[in-house]
């Protein structure tokens, strides 16, 4: 086994969670349009604006900076130095959860992303120090959680030591390693010792034996720590795992805050009734139907349709994928009254769009042709999220996804959509 001790490198502040809160806000701020394209780490120097903007946050622009850039390490945050600060799809996917005040599921979302984050870092002794690719260097949860004790567990001294080694900075990063590693909730400390707690077995033990890919480029690992589901992840499997667990530990009926839904009891309900109610079943517009067992129909159609597509954002060049992060979207509204043809629950009324996406079609900043491409309106440009204005825009004139069955959505539904949706 390889030996690492010794000057780990940190980024000298904390995992804790009022540290992310502090750069929630900055993150909402960076939104407002005087910050768009604002370099917030650029020199400090005679820079009001800098100041301003970290006076959001009650601190000073050097702090502002280290806070923006752990959050981008912990996995929070993708890489970029020019506003608006951007989350990862776990970050926004905890910024969602805590916003809608589901805390107990943002609270495990938190850790989940920290420990992905720490089991993906590599350590190296060069002017670089630590790399988000674990092919260039010594990959440190790797590392200790293999040179754990019989009881899982490790000193706080063979800690202190093992990070900080015989460096004149001992205690300097032991300390900060060790409130990663309890606000992860993979260990915590008793008795003198940093125990491990069992938490996340399955994903532990991948992160054992984990041989990264040597081919992957740092882009690669840049996408699998913005989104582990995917499907080059290698933890794909076991951080699927521990969704399904938080969705079922969660005791919530529904939640709908800015078109986020999360409803793991209706899900869980209604996954079961997607397998055996017939679609011409799920069209029904009865009124005999009680408004619970309604819900669980539109439940087990989006159900449906996110199984269509195999879980995909239909859109061409959108990467993003797995069942906790993208939803099914009307094409045309179910808001609008039934007519001859029932659309709510129509099973060719439906695309698989990630949230974003979502809410974009839904203004209508994009729509399709009748032969199913992606067309897009020159109102995209207002928006401003550049990722998502690059993933559409580079999507124009290709072909949407095909669903599983090959079936495409029907005309009548996309020409109303274009219609009445579209900002052409």
Same mark, same amino acid.
């Given at each position: ?104 599921a943002a609270k495990q979302i938190y850790e989940l992303i920290l420990t992905t984050s720490l089991a993906m870092f590599a350590f190296n002794q060069t002017s670089a120090q630590y790399s988000l690719n674990p092919t260039n ?55 003198? %010792? ?99 067992? %309604?819900?669980? %129909? ?26 906790? &992060? ?71 004139? %290709? ?16 020409? &109303? ?8």
């Amino acid at each position: 086994m390889a030996s690492i001790h010794g000057n780990w490198f940190h980024s000298r502040s904390s995992s804790h969670l009022g540290e992310l809160l502090t750069v929630r806000s900055l993150v909402l701020e960076s939104q407002k349009p005087e910050y768009i394209g604002f370099s917030w780490s650029a020199g400090r120097q005679n820079n009001q604006k800098m100041y301003q903007f970290a006076a959001v946050a009650n601190i000073q622009p050097s702090t502002m900076q280290t806070k923006i850039r752990t959050m981008i390490r912990y996995g929070f945050l993708k890489e970029g130095s020019i506003c608006p600060l951007v989350w990862t799809r776990m970050g926004s996917l905890w910024n969602d959860l805590y916003t809608v005040g589901n805390i107990a599921a943002a609270k495990q979302i938190y850790e989940l992303i920290l420990t992905t984050s720490l089991a993906m870092f590599a350590f190296n002794q060069t002017s670089a120090q630590y790399s988000l690719n674990p092919t260039n260097g010594e990959m440190p949860l790797k590392f200790l959680l293999n040179a754990l004790s019989n009881d899982n567990s490790i000193s706080l001294k063979e800690f202190a030591s093992l990070v900080d080694g015989g460096t004149t900075r001992v205690g300097g990063n032991s300390s900060y390693w060790r409130t990663d590693l309890v606000n992860s909730g993979l260990f915590q400390e008793d008795g003198g %010792r940093l125990c491990c707690t069992g938490k996340y077995e399955r994903f532990v033990e991948n992160i054992k034996k984990f041989t990264p890919d040597s081919l992957f480029t740092d882009e690669d690992w840049q996408a699998i720590r913005d989104n582990p589901l995917i499907n080059s992840s290698p933890f794909k499997n076991s951080v699927k795992e521990i969704f399904e667990n938080i969705l079922q530990q969660q005791n919530i009926e529904e939640q709908i805050t800015d078109g986020i839904y999360t409803a793991p009891i209706v899900d869980v309900i209604s996954e079961q009734e997607e397998l055996y109610i017939p679609e011409i079943d799920i069209l029904s517009t009865n009124t005999r139907f009680a408004q619970s067992v %309604r819900r669980v %129909r539109v439940a087990a159609w989006s159900i449906r349709i996110k199984k269509k597509y195999n879980h995909l954002c239909v859109v061409p060049n959108c990467d993003v994928n797995g069942k906790i &992060f993208v939803e099914a979207a009307h094409i045309k509204p179910d808001n609008i009254p039934e007519d001859i043809m029932p659309h709510r629950a129509h099973i060719l009324n439906g695309l698989c769009l990630c949230r974003h996406c979502h809410v974009a079609f839904d203004k209508g900043y994009f729509s399709l042709t009748d032969d199913h491409k992606i067309i897009t309106s020159v109102k995209l440009n207002e928006i401003p999220d550049q990722n998502i204005k690059t993933v559409i825009f580079s999507s124009c004139n %290709r072909p949407i996804k095909n669903r599983l069955d090959n079936r495409l959505p029907l005309v009548e539904f996309i020409q &109303f959509h274009r219609t009445n949706r579209f900002k052409s």
